[in-house]
């Protein structure tokens, strides 16, 4: 009979030991055919075995397999990847800071650069041909042509060289700052002249700045329509809008009452394009209208309180 506990002894740990790797027919029918090559135990004794301790038999999940164990992994991944995400948003920001403060730094010291060096002697060469001039004789009108047109040249780079320093001072890249720069452009480039200038602005946005570009390319295409104006138009009034709008929206109308132009043959030439160009840079839709009666040039954004945050691109 010890014998017989021996066997049902061995055969209990397999069942203890092995609940998930043998299947319980492969069970029964192995513990029968040690049985019958042993002569142990009948087939009738292996039953009452098995029905006597294998029905009660309750197999326990693993804890890993169990849903509640499923759901607690997956909510500490979900927390951890909270955690990460806010340490990565805020490595992020700090880095957008930094570089904020490069750019603003190395616009500066450039802008101070071209002020100070190239600035001062386009005005050292201006000095110098109005000394020039003062000497030459009346009588030799080549030399005053020549010098004048020296003096012009100069006169053209200081301003251009004023704009760039203007273009990147950073003090410069909020949207009052362009709106003044475009009102005194319009006022100065008519002084001197019959036209009657009248300009209007109306400005609902505080606090927003822009990048080098966005400045820089507003200034450009309205140089271009001021010096149309001037050239060809042959107006005698010039009206100049800067009007922006509750939801964001920024419109600039540059209008006068010349002579106008036919647009299908002046886009053949650069000075349209680029302005076209430049508008596309900076998101904006540019409209030229004309006729016998005058032109207006529109230059619209929007909206620019969602569409520019520069304080995050960083």
């Known amino acids: 009979m ?28 192995c513990a029968q055919e040690l049985a019958f090559l042993s002569g142990i135990v009948t087939t009738k004794y292996i ?38 995400a806010g340490k990565n948003s805020r490595k992020i920001k700090l880095i957008r800071k930094i570089r904020k403060q490069q750019e603003y730094k190395v616009r500066k010291e450039t802008a101070e650069d071209l002020h ?12 110098l041909t109005d000394m020039l001039l003062t000497r030459t004789s009346p009588v ?8 004048e047109k020296i003096r012009k040249n100069t006169d053209d780079l200081y301003a251009t060289t004023k704009d760039l320093v203007w273009m990147l001072d950073p003090e410069n890249d909020s949207f009052e700052q362009l709106g003044n720069r475009l009102k005194n452009f319009v006022e100065d480039a ?5 036209v009657l200038v009248r300009t209007v602005t109306s400005l609902n946005i505080n606090g927003i700045s822009f990048p080098l570009m966005f400045n820089k390319n507003i200034l450009l295409i309205f140089q271009e329509a001021i010096s149309n104006c001037i050239k060809y138009a042959g107006a005698k009034n010039v009206l100049f809008i800067i009007k ?14 010349g002579k106008g132009f036919d647009l299908n043959y002046s886009q053949k030439g650069n000075g349209l394009n680029n302005m076209h160009e430049r508008a596309k840079r900076i998101n904006a839709k540019l409209n ?11 230059l619209k954004i929007e909206p620019i309180k969602n569409q520019y945050k520069y304080d995050d691109q960083y």
């Open 2 to 29: 010890s014998l017989k506990l021996l066997f049902v002894y061995f055969f209990l740990l397999s069942i203890i030991y092995f609940p998930f790797m043998i299947a319980l027919k492969q069970r029964w029918a």
């Open 244 to 257: 922006s709008y509750e939801n964001g929206t920024i419109l600039f109308l540059l209008k006068d009452n």
């Open 116 to 127: 100070d060096g190239l600035g001062n002697k386009l005005i050292r060469i201006q000095l």
């Open 190 to 194: 008519f002084r001197g002249t019959t």
């Open 140 to 147: 030799d009108q080549e030399k005053i042509t020549l010098i």
């Open 47 to 84: 039953k009452m075995i098995m029905s006597a301790v294998l029905l009660p038999l309750t197999l326990f999940k693993h804890f890993y397999s169990k849903t509640s164990f499923f759901f607690f992994v997956m909510g500490q991944y979900i927390i951890f990847r909270y955690i990460l």
């Open 288 to 298: 030229i209208f004309s006729n016998s009666s005058g032109t207006s040039v529109i």
